[in-house]
């Protein structure tokens, strides 16, 4: 099976740990091809799609975006570095819901099969404002994916819930940019990954957002049971 993975840093596995690395391990079988990019929001990676010419070649498409159209928000030298990275963000709900109208359509009609998974977390307290406007976004996205009865939604925002309920949650947040940056650049192994988020009581995450080895454990299962 061929499967191609659509999405930002998360995605990407860097900062943090890559759910998409485990995957391939556990289906040694299957031709995986990762293009998760960093920063990237609806908006680009919207962009990106239309440019790719191999959306036809693939089995399934799995599709993981939405969390860089509130991230950005944290502090305010997120959006000069999104401007510098060529990554705009949707002004508003409105807006994300054409543009993520627009992919969903374009990857439906052109893929053999469609996954689209929610974001995530932004920060493990779910109760604090990123995580109110991110279930707008989620809510957003999920009403798209309704309109089509063979694309399959993945609510991983619930599960981590459902994981946290019954935890100690801190309240760390990636509300500073150059700390996401010294985590790209200092760690370089699950290890390392997994010893900073146990640092910082988070339980999903290393940073509110990016993943440690639990967060990449529950969107591997979850994926994988799409795809059975």
């Known amino acids: 099976m061929n499967i191609l993975f659509l999405g930002d840093s998360i995605t990407e596995g860097r900062p943090g740990v890559s759910y998409v690395d485990r995957i391939a391990a556990s289906r040694p079988d299957d031709r995986i091809v990762n ?44 959006p000069i570095l999104k401007i510098l990275m060529r990554k705009p963000w949707c002004r508003d709900l409105a807006q994300l819901k054409v543009l993520f109208q627009d992919i969903v359509a374009d990857l439906h009609h052109r893929a053999s099969r469609l996954i689209v998974v929610s974001p995530l977390l932004i920060g493990e307290r779910l109760d604090n404002r990123w995580n109110s406007e991110l279930h707008d976004v989620i809510a957003t996205e999920q009403e ?85």
Not at 41 to 56: E, F, N, Q, Y
Not at 57 to 62: E, P, S, Y
Not at 174 to 202: C, E
């Open 144 to 228: 798209v994916v309704a309109a089509y009865d063979d694309v399959t939604w993945l609510d991983v925002h619930v599960q981590a819930g459902e994981f946290l309920a019954d935890k100690d949650v801190s309240d760390y947040e990636p509300d500073r940019p150059w700390q996401v940056m010294k985590d790209v650049i200092q760690l370089d192994n699950d290890h390392m990954t997994d010893d900073r988020s146990r640092a910082r009581g988070l339980h999903l995450t290393l940073d509110g957002v990016h993943i440690n080895s639990t967060g990449a454990e529950l969107l591997m299962e979850a994926i994988l049971s799409a795809l059975t």
């Open 35 to 78: 293009r998760g990019v960093g920063g990237d929001t609806v908006k680009s990676i919207r962009r990106r799609i239309l440019k790719m010419k191999d959306i036809a070649t693939f089995d399934v498409v799995v599709l993981f975006v939405g969390v860089n159209d509130v991230f950005y928000k944290l502090d305010w030298k997120y």
